[in-house]
T-cell receptor, first 114, second 112 residues
Framework: DTEVTQTPKHLVMGMTNKKSLKCEQH?????MYWYKQKAKKPPELMFV???????INESVPSRFSPECPNSSLLNLHLHALQPEDSALYLC?????????????FGSGTQLSVL | QKEVEQNSGPLSVPEGAIASLNCTYS??????FFWYRQYSGKSPELIMF????GDKEDGRFTAQLNKASQYVSLLIRDSQPSDSATYLC????????????FGAGTQVVVTP
């Protein structure tokens, strides 16, 4: 099973809403990631969790709040987003702490902020 | 700033021909390189990875790495219309696992 599952696939929210993106993997990976991708741009790293601890935060605004409840789950809590936050949000997983480890992406959540 | 550079394309390739995609990187410490294929509106899919100098073949795909020249390439043989996508090159440094540096991507269009 090489699948990373993300829900929802599409999300439309207002600037005052609170919503959450969810990600799940059962590959035994202990590193999980959130990336943001704008149209016709490469993915940009937001957060990395290693063994359920936040190891990298790429100076992401506090309106994005990650959470890793266990080794299989990763959430991204959204609050007071701006229209420019509209993008494809990608979850990924890999084995942590080793170079050469392959990153597997989920299908993504297409987010629109109105 | 450590960078991965790709031509954005589009690269137009006749069906059945070889598509050649190139990528250069600035971080001499980068050890691992990955090629992802991304269809419009979909997520990136890992298609090739290479760690050692030389060629690595997998089906119709061949990845080439030249660390001295800081150059990575991907060849797609017998190109099919289903190969039309954006191909992202990504590199990982020795001290930066988890922080893949992505190129901007090359759009490939295979014409029947």
């Amino acid at each position: 099973d090489t699948e990373v599952t993300q829900t929802p696939k599409h999300l439309v929210m207002g600037m005052t809403n609170k919503k959450s993106l969810k990600c799940e993997q059962h590959m035994g990976h202990r590193a999980m990631y959130w990336y943001k991708q704008k149209a016709k741009k490469p993915p940009e790293l937001m957060f990395v969790y290693s063994y359920e601890k936040l190891s990298i935060n790429e100076s992401v605004p506090s309106r994005f709040s990650p959470e890793c409840p266990n080794s299989s789950l990763l959430n991204l809590h959204l609050h007071a987003l701006q229209p420019e936050d509209s993008a494809l949000y990608l979850c990924a997983s890999s084995h942590p702490g080793q170079s050469n480890e392959k990153l597997f992406f989920g299908s993504g959540t297409q987010l629109s902020v109105l | 700033q450590k960078e991965v550079e790709q031509n954005s394309g589009p690269l137009s390739v006749p069906e059945g021909a070889i598509a050649s995609l190139n990528c250069t990187y600035s971080d001499r410490g980068s050890q691992s390189f990955f090629w992802y294929r991304q269809y419009s509106g979909k997520s990136p899919e890992l298609i090739m990875f290479i760690y050692s100098n030389g060629d690595k073949e997998d089906g119709r795909f061949t990845a080439q790495l030249n660390k001295a020249s800081q150059y990575v390439s991907l060849l797609i043989r017998d190109s099919q219309p289903s190969d039309s996508a954006t191909y992202l090159c990504a590199g990982e440094g020795t001290d930066s696992w988890g922080k893949l540096q992505f190129g901007a991507g090359t759009q490939v269009v295979v014409t029947p």
